[in-house]
């Protein structure tokens, strides 16, 4: 980020641009406060809130330390701010605080650069000093596929106990339409404060794509929409301190009805090609040449690849790894019930106890590639040596074109 105090007018924000301010998407809107209709305390709360914000003197707390919560920690500190990380997971918040990073994301050399700015705790009165509380929890399907927004309405609880005048809080969770005033709005008004008057709430949706060196938290634009007008301006300005670009929508509905419309999108088209992946196979194509002649259009199409499934779930709301792991356990699970002794390996999964299976990752070693009967690919990761598959296996299923794509063939390789 590199920036190292606030701006001294808002169009300066924006001032990494000599052109002008051309990235603010909200640009030239003026708000309308409360002051017009609502008492007048409720407006000077708004105004010095605002003020804070604009003027870059706020410190925040993100509730929920994994693939979201920890790099966003990261990122504000690196723009200056102080973070408090919390987590109800004690053995992540012990590992943070002496510096070791459970993810590939986030090394233990970013969390000594930024260890002056942060501090990693389970203790809940924590989230009370804080302006900012960004909530970054899960949400998984519970049974029947039906959304689980618990993970939400616990961390919704934990900062009623410690809501307090002009605190702004900001949901980051998938979610469906709705969440952020139809459910964590009412248990934040159990605390006895009033949204506009006493703090703010907004939504805006994580989008970083974990393994992704390109895109991180910082150069990902941002979308954001609040419960109420005040609170959308509020998340605006927050972002606008760490992110490059901030695109404002009418309301925190909007802003999660776009992050469904982003996953549904994804979940459509994987689920088209691989539909198409069995066409091509029927007529003696091959679906990745097709998939690379017709991403040669510069426009109106884009690339989608088959895999062994985008994560059989009806709504596609969940986190990307959930939508790789799904179909993993799906296939793995399959294998075990007709008789099949499986192994698996993999470089970020060191164990897996869910969907029915309980399996610890094997080391991809040549005695286990050559004695298996199939390899079977079904993520692309770079850790892996495909060289040794290609050679070693007796039958590589590769559902993924892994080795095609690294210029890898043989006749003992069968490609979805
Ligand atoms: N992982 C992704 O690629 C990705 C991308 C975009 C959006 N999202 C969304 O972001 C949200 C978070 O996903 P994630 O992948 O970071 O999850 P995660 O499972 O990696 O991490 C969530 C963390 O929240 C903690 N937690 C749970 N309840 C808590 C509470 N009440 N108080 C404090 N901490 C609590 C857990 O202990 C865990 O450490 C989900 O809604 C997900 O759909 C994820």
Request: charge should be negative; charged fraction near 20%; glycine fraction near 10%.
């Amino acid at each position: 980020m590199g920036r190292d105090g606030p701006p001294r007018t808002f169009a300066k924000t924006f001032g990494r641009d000599p052109r002008g301010p051309p990235r603010y998407s909200g640009g030239g809107r003026s708000l309308s406060l409360p002051s017009m209709r609502a008492p007048a305390l409720a407006a000077q709360m708004i105004e010095r809130t605002l003020e804070k914000l604009e003027s870059w003197s706020w410190d925040a707390a993100v509730i929920g330390l994994g693939y979201v919560g920890l790099p966003l920690v990261v990122t504000m500190a690196r723009a200056g701010i102080n973070v408090v990380g919390y987590d109800v997971d004690p053995i992540v918040v012990e590992h943070l605080a002496s510096g070791r990073s459970h993810l590939d994301d986030v090394t233990a050399e970013d969390l000594a650069e930024v260890a002056p700015r942060t501090r990693f705790t389970t203790e809940p009165s924590t989230l009370a000093s804080p302006d900012v509380l960004f909530i970054c929890v899960p949400t998984p399907l519970a049974v029947g596929k039906q959304p689980d927004v618990s993970f939400i309405t616990g961390a919704a609880e934990e900062i009623t106990h410690e809501l307090r005048a002009g605190h702004v809080v900001i949901l980051e969770s998938t979610t469906y339409p709705g969440t952020t005033e139809s459910t964590v709005l009412p248990i934040l008004e159990r605390s006895g404060l009033a949204l506009d008057k006493d703090f703010l709430l907004a939504y805006s949706p994580e989008r970083v794509d974990p393994g992704n060196a390109s895109f991180r938290t910082s150069n990902i634009p941002r979308v954001v929409g609040g419960a109420s007008e005040a609170s959308t301006k509020a998340a605006e300005l927050v972002y606008l301190r760490f992110v490059e670009k901030v695109h404002v929508v009418p309301n925190a509905r909007t802003a999660e009805m776009a992050k469904l419309l982003e996953n549904t999108f994804r979940w459509v088209n994987i689920a088209l090609v691989n539909e198409l992946s069995f066409v091509a196979r029927a007529i003696g194509v091959n679906i990745w040449d097709v998939i690379e002649a017709a991403a040669t259009k510069p426009f109106g199409f884009m690339p989608f690849y088959p895999g062994p499934g985008v994560g059989g779930h009806c709504i596609p709301l969940d986190p990307f790894y959930l939508q790789w792991a799904a179909p993993a356990l799906e296939c793995i699970r399959g294998l075990l019930a007709g008789g099949a002794a499986v192994t698996y390996a993999d470089p970020h999964v060191p164990s897996v106890r869910e969907h029915g299976v309980e399996l610890d990752a094997a080391p991809l070693t040549a005695p286990a590639i050559g004695g298996a009967d199939c390899v079977l690919i079904l993520t692309d990761h770079d850790a892996v040596d495909y060289n040794a598959v290609a050679q070693g296996a007796q039958l590589v299923v590769d559902t993924r074109n892994a080795l095609g794509r690294r210029g890898l063939s043989g006749g003992n390789v069968r490609a979805l």
